[in-house]
């Protein structure tokens, strides 16, 4: 079961980046930070209501970090989402993996230093350089387009994804519903953009324009909502298979996102981005693998 919600938060999260490139084009990127968490409020705090779920948590100083680290990511991949192929954000926002094993490897050396011997962590380096070989030829078509500080902020969004994920993990582990960390989250996102818009101002509003809005903010709530069910029970279900196969299964977003790409945008990628896309994603996957080996009980990421 925990498969399906993430290969259908996977879909709906492709479906919102849509929406985000239609919506770009007329509103900024804190405008839609904004929005994404207004709408995504007044939607969770119906749902709660509706499946009887209490909004008050003993743990808000945790929603409070998830939430500070999240927007960040999510104003980062927003922009990437404006000025990238729909399937090169996605991809880009999906290293956290990769960032979380860059994570382990340095704290490994950190041991090292002090004369302590952690495991061996020659494999995930590995998949580290090769996945960064994969960003080098996925982003190689976009420098020569000027696009090359749009990618440099995809990666930074996969780094923050990668800090919020692992809080969610934890969030999750102290018994907290889905529910309730979705909508902390919608909150964080509301107060985040508006401080962003008293810097970045108003966009001129056009009803037209602004119909992109509402399914931006539905589809980002019920992505979020069904990953973070997926994760919440694998996490409670002590399986580490299942667990693996959750993380592994959010990959298929980028597939969604390159047919989206093709269907509707009529963008094409080339031969070495999907190369890179395959590089990345191939080494994403075994990342998340020779993590869990090495430590069972880790936290895995979620988009």
Same mark, same amino acid.
């Given at each position: 079961?925990?498969?399906?919600?993430?290969?259908?938060?996977?879909?709906?999260?492709?479906?919102?980046?849509?929406?985000?490139?239609?919506?770009?084009?007329?509103?900024?990127?804190?405008?839609?930070?904004?929005?994404?968490?207004?709408?995504?409020?007044?939607?969770?705090?119906?749902?709660?209501?509706?499946?009887?779920?209490?909004?008050?948590?003993?743990?808000?100083?945790?929603?409070?970090?998830?939430?500070?680290?999240?927007?960040?990511?999510?104003?980062?991949?927003?922009?990437?989402?404006?000025?990238?192929?729909?399937?090169?954000?996605?991809? &880009?926002?999906?290293?956290? %993996?990769?960032?979380? @094993? /860059? *994570?382990?490897?340095?704290?490994? =050396?950190?041991? !090292?230093?002090? +004369?302590?011997?952690?495991?061996?962590?020659?494999?995930?380096?590995?998949?580290?350089?090769?996945?960064?070989?994969?960003?080098?030829?996925?982003?190689?078509?976009?420098?020569?387009?000027?696009?090359?500080?749009?990618? &440099?902020?995809?990666?930074? %969004?996969?780094?923050? @994804? /990668? *800090?919020?994920?692992?809080?969610? =993990?934890?969030? !999750?582990?102290? +018994?907290?519903?889905?529910?309730?960390?979705?909508?902390?989250?919608?909150?964080?996102?509301?107060?985040?953009?508006?401080?962003?818009?008293?810097?970045?101002?108003?966009?001129?509003?056009?009803?037209?324009?602004?119909?992109?809005?509402?399914?931006?903010?539905?589809?980002?709530?019920?992505?979020?909502?069904?990953?973070?069910?997926?994760?919440?029970?694998?996490?409670?279900?002590?399986?580490?298979?299942?667990?693996?196969?959750?993380?592994?299964?959010?990959?298929?977003?980028?597939?969604?996102?390159?047919?989206?790409?093709?269907?509707?945008?009529?963008?094409?990628?080339?031969?070495?981005?999907?190369?890179?896309?395959?590089?990345?994603?191939?080494?994403?996957?075994?990342?998340?693998?020779?993590?869990?080996?090495?430590?069972?009980?880790?936290?895995?990421?979620?988009?």
């Amino acid at each position: 079961m925990q498969a399906l919600w993430m290969i259908a938060s996977s879909f709906l999260f492709a479906s919102m980046g849509v929406c985000v490139k239609f919506a770009s084009a007329n509103f900024n990127s804190a405008e839609l930070v904004f929005y994404r968490g207004a709408i995504g409020i007044v939607f969770m705090a119906c749902y709660a209501r509706a499946t009887g779920v209490s909004l008050r948590t003993p743990v808000l100083s945790m929603h409070a970090w998830r939430s500070a680290v999240g927007v960040v990511a999510l104003s980062c991949w927003f922009y990437a989402l404006a000025h990238l192929p729909l399937p090169t954000a996605m991809t &880009l926002n999906y290293m956290s %993996s990769i960032w979380i @094993a /860059a *994570f382990l490897v340095g704290g490994s =050396m950190m041991l !090292a230093r002090s +004369g302590k011997k952690g495991p061996s962590q020659g494999p995930l380096v590995l998949t580290i350089l090769a996945s960064f070989a994969g960003v080098v030829m996925l982003l190689r078509p976009a420098i020569g387009q000027n696009q090359g500080f749009a990618g &440099l902020i995809g990666l930074l %969004s996969g780094l923050g @994804a /990668a *800090f919020a994920y692992m809080q969610v =993990m934890a969030i !999750a582990k102290m +018994g907290e519903p889905e529910t309730r960390t979705v909508f902390y989250f919608a909150l964080g996102s509301a107060l985040a953009g508006l401080v962003g818009m008293t810097v970045t101002g108003l966009s001129p509003w056009n009803w037209q324009h602004a119909v992109w809005l509402l399914p931006l903010g539905i589809l980002a709530s019920l992505g979020q909502l069904c990953m973070t069910k997926a994760y919440t029970l694998s996490s409670r279900s002590h399986n580490h298979h299942a667990t693996l196969v959750v993380a592994n299964l959010q990959y298929s977003g980028i597939v969604f996102a390159a047919l989206y790409s093709m269907i509707v945008f009529g963008e094409f990628i080339s031969l070495l981005g999907w190369a890179g896309m395959g590089l990345i994603i191939s080494s994403a996957i075994a990342a998340t693998v020779l993590r869990a080996r090495a430590a069972p009980n880790a936290p895995a990421e979620e988009h």
